[in-house]
């Protein structure tokens, strides 16, 4: 019998696959984030020998004691609220950063990039809902964000991430999904994205990857779907 993390892993992969064909879209063009918060680095490593490649983590100081253990080759994207006590341990373990939504967390970004060199991805997070507890730059300050992010010299922004209301019924989310496929075009064709390839758009999580590949997701964030319930 296999694994319950590789056999969770292959349906979820024929999953984002068969959502791609509904919209007559390349599978190929989804990637799948494995969000990997609170799973120990033991179990990641089944994913990684499934041949699982990009996962996302919220926090730096569970971070801190998981990348090391998991070699070389993973590409580790930060999806949690970045506190500016912790962008410079973040910036050395992360090679993406999705949470940016406000331009003081830019601006100390770029410099502690500046100060190793360094160029770093990062995706403007959109407060798709408006709900006021939650992070991201509210939809109508973001061209005046993506703008301010544009002139950081190490900053590329990659594009845009949003994690839209929760509703139990992920059709209740489509609305939220195709606004932010309207923002991309609408920034694409204000030149203020694609400048470092074609834009992504990160969103969809483990109840609602297959609306939001419908919707035009380009990178989807699975975590419980992948690893089981977190405690
Ligand atoms: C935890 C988390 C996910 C994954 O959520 P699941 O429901 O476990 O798939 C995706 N995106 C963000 C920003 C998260 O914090």
């Not at 994913?47 to 983590?57: I, N, R, S, W």
């Not at 408006?130 to 703008?147: D, I, N, S, Y």
């Not at 204000?190 to 969103?203: A, C, I, T, V």
């Not at 590949?213 to 319930?229: H, K, N, P, Y």
């Amino acid at each position: 019998m296999k694994k319950s993390i590789e056999k969770n892993l292959e349906t979820i992969r024929e999953r984002v696959a068969a959502a791609a064909r509904r919209a007559n879209r390349d599978p190929r063009d989804i990637k799948l984030l494995a969000v990997s918060k609170k799973v120990p680095w033991e179990r990641i490593k089944e994913a990684v020998a499934c041949g699982q490649l990009l996962y996302g983590e919220n926090y730096v100081q569970e971070a801190r004691t998981k990348i090391p253990q998991l070699g070389q080759d993973l590409i580790w994207h930060f999806i949690g609220h970045l506190q500016s006590n912790k962008i410079k341990p973040a910036v050395e373990l992360f090679q993406v950063i999705q949470t940016v939504d406000r331009v003081k967390l830019a601006v100390s970004l770029n410099n502690h990039l500046a100060a190793l060199s360094r160029s770093m991805s990062v995706f403007i997070q959109i407060n798709i809902g408006k709900e006021p507890r939650k992070a991201g730059v509210l939809p109508e300050k973001a061209e005046q964000l993506l703008r301010a992010v544009n002139e950081l010299q190490y900053l590329r922004v990659a594009g845009l991430m949003a994690i839209p209301p929760f509703t139990a019924d992920p059709g209740m989310a489509r609305p939220y999904f195709r606004q932010m496929r309207e923002m991309l075009a609408d920034f694409m064709a204000k030149k203020l994205l694609g400048r470092h390839g074609q834009p992504e758009l990160s969103m969809g999580m483990s109840h609602d990857f297959e609306a939001a590949i419908e919707e035009g997701a380009t990178l989807v964030r699975v975590g419980t779907a992948i690893f089981g319930q977190r405690d």
